[in-house]
């Protein structure tokens, strides 16, 4: 039988709306500004015989006097910040393509265009890096790649580091009270009642109970830890907060549901916490147990590639769910597509740079390193506790796909619009970093 057409615009709604997220974030990305500057022209030393070298000489008396604009002049392009990616060098009227350049701008912003790239490809070709697909992304990038990420985090951090990050209990505490209590009592409850009473047309009641069910997640446990790791954050805070966040919102979040909808839940406890230790905290262990070996001073010499190597790992996960996003599909309408796609990255930005204001204020006292961590951590909401987490909650409610709707939405755009992050954090927390207070 045939699928109307209906149902075809439902499944493709994701695909159309998370690659005009992409197109936005072409368009707002930061980049160098450029000023033109017009020089008067000045003609090589050159040899010539014959007419060729008459010519020359002419040329030379007439040559313009400074200032006048009849005259031949060179044009040059320069950016800002004094890197010149392309110039008309003087005397030539072919346009010369400065290689060097070209792949500083490449190494300096490999993470922002990688991520660009990433998009680009799940875009062109879906189903090469889907779950369950020919190159089994979930297993190589999902399973090795993220349990590798952990196991350079914790052969990266000295032991005191992760005691110090478990013994900050302020910035511990004021991770955790965004995380539980001001999402959902400051963004999920009046943004959903607001729409409701003003604009009750624009999304139906089933999405906005999904967006108020995605602000009582927990954080992330591989983004945050990665982006903080590739903006040059305090690791041992995301890794510390992540572990925290996701062991506080087995019961957390559940009675945060139970508050707001009155259910009654049962979670698989053991389950949860037998995969989050092999996830998360025995890479860990095993890293720190390397430092005892000759692995530790290797990881030192070779710590830029090291990190490099984490950022295309991290690129992969994000390839991966892009992937997932557009040969997947939802069973929504576009124009509710359409709008979750406007309304969530504005709130996740509101968050993001409300989060790092105050972090980053003088009052708290917290490192440059801290603050950066603390805003990763405390704006990010998990897909990988929130889905299973959702559907164990709400196992044959008609309404499942519209409250995991603003979870699926949000998962790739967080981790696109953190990426755009990553180069001015990294600015942020220079060879300053251990020294600066904020």
């Known amino acids: 039988m045939k699928a109307p057409k209906s149902a075809h615009r439902s499944t493709h709604v994701l695909a159309r709306s998370y690659y005009l997220a992409y197109v936005l974030l072409l368009l707002t990305t930061p980049t160098p500004t450029y000023s033109f500057s017009v020089s008067q022209y000045a003609p090589p030393s050159t040899s010539f015989t014959g ?9 030379k008396q007439l040559a313009p006097h400074r200032g006048n604009l009849n005259g031949r002049h060179a044009v040059s392009l320069s950016s800002s910040s004094e890197d010149n990616i392309f110039n008309l060098p003087r005397g030539g009227n072919n346009l010369a393509f400065d290689l060097s350049n070209i792949l500083a701008f490449v190494e300096k912003n490999f993470f922002l265009l990688g991520m660009i790239v990433s ?5 062109a070709f879906p189903t090469l890096g889907m779950n369950g697909g020919i190159l089994r992304p979930e297993l190589f990038i999902g399973k090795f790649g993220v349990a590798l990420i952990f196991l350079f985090s914790g052969l990266s951090l000295e032991l005191s580091e992760l005691t110090d990050a478990v013994k900050n209990y302020k ?3 004021l991770i955790q009270f965004m995380l539980f209590g001001a999402w959902p009592f400051l963004v999920g409850l009046p943004v959903t009642r607001g729409l409701q009473a003003f604009l009750p047309n624009l999304l139906p009641k089933s999405i906005l109970d999904g967006l108020l069910i995605m602000t009582c997640l927990p954080t992330t446990v591989n983004m945050c830890i990665i982006l903080t790791t590739a903006a040059g954050g305090n690791i041992a805070t995301a890794l510390c907060n992540a572990v925290i966040s996701n062991l506080a919102g087995i019961f957390m979040t559940p009675a945060l549901l139970l508050r707001f909808f009155g259910e009654s839940i049962e979670l698989p406890f053991v389950d949860m916490m037998l995969k989050l230790c092999n996830k998360v905290l025995l890479p860990v262990a095993i890293g720190q147990a390397l430092r005892a070996t000759p692995a530790k001073s290797f ?6 590639k090291f990190k490099r190597l984490q950022e295309i790992i991290l690129l992969g996960i994000a ?5 997932n996003a557009f040969s997947g599909g939802i069973s929504l309408e576009l124009r509710h597509g359409i709008v979750l796609l406007f309304l969530l990255p504005v709130l996740h930005l509101s968050a993001f740079v409300a989060l790092f204001g105050f972090f980053n204020m003088k009052l708290l006292d917290f490192t440059r390193g ?3 961590a603390a805003t990763f951590c405390a704006s990010q909401k998990t897909l990988a506790f929130g889905l299973p987490l959702i559907n164990t909650i709400f196992e044959g409610n008609p309404n499942l796909a519209a409250y995991c709707a603003p979870l699926m939405f949000i998962h790739p755009l967080q981790l696109a619009l953190g990426s755009s992050f990553v180069p001015g954090f990294t600015r942020f927390t220079g060879p300053k970093k251990e020294e600066d207070q904020i």
């Open 51 to 59: 007419k060729h070298h008459k010519r020359a000489n002419e040329n």
């Open 119 to 123: 998009v680009s490809l799940a875009r």
């Open 171 to 173: 910035l511990n505490g």
């Open 299 to 304: 990881y030192k010499q070779n710590s830029k």
């Open 319 to 323: 390839w991966n769910a892009f992937c």
């Open 370 to 372: 801290e603050a950066v």
